[in-house]
């Protein structure tokens, strides 16, 4: 059972697109980043929801490509001293958490999340201590400081996972942020579920009727999504999963062609495995229409190689991620339960 909570949906202002560089211009700066990152002893991780240009970076100069807790891995295994998180901020913050040794840079700390701003930590905090008789379990599309009042932490790889152990054990679950997400699990579980009401702005954006009409025009198209979508978009899935799931789907199903509900930053990796493939966008609102974020999510966009050279090439201090000692020490108990219980499960 499934009921969001009496919290209004938080609106908040999309950034500014990133000046176009010219090829030319693009090329120059790969080649300046390359030899800063071996001038500072850096790695470069990036998310696949970042542009192609992002995430072929970061495999050509040795770092990774993958989602946020697999970056914050590497991140941690890795000998470089520093660590360059190209991806939003709440994966910064993971991965300055998990590695509090090491000098973690952004290309921009602006770049941030419609789940982390959709879930401040004074009201969430408020709202748990209205529902003391919950376990609080939040996505890890948040910020140290709610991750802080959490009990356990949750990627969308595990999370379904997760929620069984809980109600198996006859816990009631405060979920955050993502309703859509919390209402899938929910469905799927039958866990006693009190939903934080939040969504992503891209996956928020998926219209039924529309691809119902693109399954229509591709009869012989898979339909991957991620279950941040809304339940109607869900409910036409071949397969529901999280990144690195859906990545994995298009690699093992037999189809030819994929229709994909989820940001498109993730074709790069999608067509890198599977080159004989194609991949469609699932279809949103549309420029024309309320669509903000058209599949791709404007803060993802941020992450620029002007960016990226700009992080590398100054002191860095207006790109350092910074987490409180003791924000981070209470952060670290459900992200530690998390990587525990994943580990048992592998």
Known sequence: MANLDVVEPFQFDFPPKPAPLTASEKDAARTRIKKLLQEKNAVLVAHYYTDPEIQAL???TGGCVADSLEMARFGAAHEAKNLIVAGVKFMGETAKILTPQKRVLMPTLEATCSLDL???????????DAHPDHTVVVYANTS????????????????????????????????????????YIAKQTGADMLLWNA???????????????????????AVLVHPESPAAIVDMADA?????????ASQTLPHQRFIVATDKGI????????????????????NGATCRSCAHCPWMAMNGLAAIE??????????????????????MKPLTRMLEFNQGKR
Do not use: N
Request: glycine share 8%; aromatic share 8%.
């Open 267 to 286: 074709f790069y990796k999608m067509q890198q495995l599977s080159p004989e493939k194609s991949f469609i966008e699932a279809p949103t609102g549309g």
């Open 118 to 128: 959709g879930c401040p930590a004074d009201a969430f905090g408020e709202f748990c």
């Open 310 to 331: 700009q992080a590398l090439s100054t002191d860095g201090i207006a790109h350092e991620v910074h987490v409180d000692s003791g924000l981070a020490e209470r952060a």
């Open 240 to 248: 529901v999963g999280s990144t690195s799931q859906l990545i994995k």
């Open 199 to 221: 969504a992503c702005i891209v996956h928020d954006e998926f219209k039924a009727r529309a691809l119902l009409q693109l399954k229509e025009q591709y009869p012989d198209a």
């Open 144 to 183: 140290a400081a709610v991750k802080a009042r959490a009990d356990w932490v949750v990627t969308s790889s595990i999370a379904l996972d997760v929620v069984e152990y809980l109600d198996a054990k006859g816990e009631k679950i405060l979920w955050a942020p993502d309703k859509h997400l919390g209402g």
């Open 58 to 60: 970061a495999e050509e």
